[in-house]
């Protein structure tokens, strides 16, 4: 079965053509992030503009590299939510076009299920029941998944995601956008324990909260002038007090759901220290613990593809009434 892939729940607009739900045959990323980045965070109508622009180019190209005609395609499938509605809007009228004019079905898919699922085009060992974490810039949630269509979410964060949160710490320093790329390039051999930041308690012990490390080096770099050494450090030490919490609660939740395999996804699951934080400690904990490759961990169509060939397998289906899902 060829399933069609189509993303575009934020700034980038994605493509990707999907066999057997295992083979990609094409993965095409346009991204607007060069434009956002002058902004310092993206703007919803510069998105949704570039995306209406790009996306029937980002479409051929696809089918291109694939290597095969678009009446090969079996099923369309796109992200439906959640994401920004202008840009969400986009994906999902070019996919009902494109299933219409062909004459096949349409499927939607949750943004935040697909990341987990990039874990599976990467790896064929892995076994649910199992948890997940999705860590990236709207989202910090912790799963349970007795299959992909039987998601649960244990916990997920009370104010910023993760990746928002290394966004802002790197505004707060007067660094660029995305800021968790230059956050882990700058603490790169600085000291991490230097300053101790603590992430906030929740009610719920696998909710999340990141909001108060972040106003933390706020009020820390408001205290004192910081020269080149300490911004490292600085940058060090909250990207270690984030991944600490990261890693506690994912092994909390293996530990209470009584489950030996682990899936990360999210653009945030980018971070080394972050790979090797969680390989480390999920080894000593007899848990194993899986990564999607590096573009498969960001915003991508592929996995939206792979997802869409299981669940339609499963017998679920849209129609052309497909909404956007923002939660
Ligand atoms: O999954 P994604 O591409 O888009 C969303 O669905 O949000 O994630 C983007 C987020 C941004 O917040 C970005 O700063 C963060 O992922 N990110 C990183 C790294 N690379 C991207 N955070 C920490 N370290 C990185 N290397
Ligand atoms: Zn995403």
Do not use: W
Request: glycine share 10%; net charge positive.
């Amino acid at each position: 079965m060829i399933v069609l892939g189509i993303e575009s729940s934020c700034d980038e607009t994605g493509v990707a053509v999907v066999k057997d739900g295992k083979k990609i045959l094409s993965n095409v990323v346009a991204s607007s992030l060069k434009i956002h980045s002058k902004h310092g965070g993206v703007v919803p109508e510069i998105a949704s503009r570039l995306q209406l622009e790009s996306i029937a180019g980002v479409f051929s190209e696809a089918i291109k590299i694939a290597k095969i005609k678009p009446e090969q395609i079996d099923l369309v499938s796109v992200t439906a939510g959640p994401g920004l509605p202008g840009s969400l809007l986009v994906g999902i009228s070019f996919a009902k076009a494109l299933a219409l004019s062909l004459g096949r079905p349409i499927l939607g898919i949750n943004h935040i299920h697909s990341h987990v699922y990039a874990n599976i085009l990467c790896h064929s060992n892995i076994k649910t029941p199992c948890a997940a974490l999705v860590v990236s810039g709207g989202h910090t949630t912790l799963f349970y998944i007795e299959d992909f269509s039987k998601i649960k979410i244990l916990g997920q964060t009370r104010d910023d995601a993760c990746g928002e949160a290394f966004d802002k710490v790197a505004k707060i320093m007067g660094m660029g956008y995305p800021g968790g790329p230059l956050i882990e390039k700058l603490a790169k051999g600085a000291n991490d324990r230097k300053i101790k930041f603590a992430c906030c308690g929740t009610d719920n012990e696998l909710d999340f909260s990141f909001s108060g490390i972040k106003t933390a080096v706020l009020y820390y770099l408001k205290d004192r002038k910081a020269g080149a050494k300490l911004k490292k450090d600085l940058a060090a030490s909250f990207q270690e007090s984030a991944i600490n919490a990261l890693v506690k609660k994912s092994l909390l939740a293996c530990k209470r759901k009584g489950v030996k395999n682990f899936l990360v996804g999210g653009g945030v699951a980018v971070n080394s220290c972050l790979r090797q934080k969680f390989a480390v400690d999920f080894k000593k904990n007899g848990v194993n613990c899986f990564f999607p490759t590096v573009n498969l961990c960001l915003d991508n169509a592929a996995m939206v593809a792979g997802l869409a060939d299981y669940l339609y397998k499963q017998g679920l289906r849209s129609d052309l009434n497909l909404n956007m899902e923002l939660n």
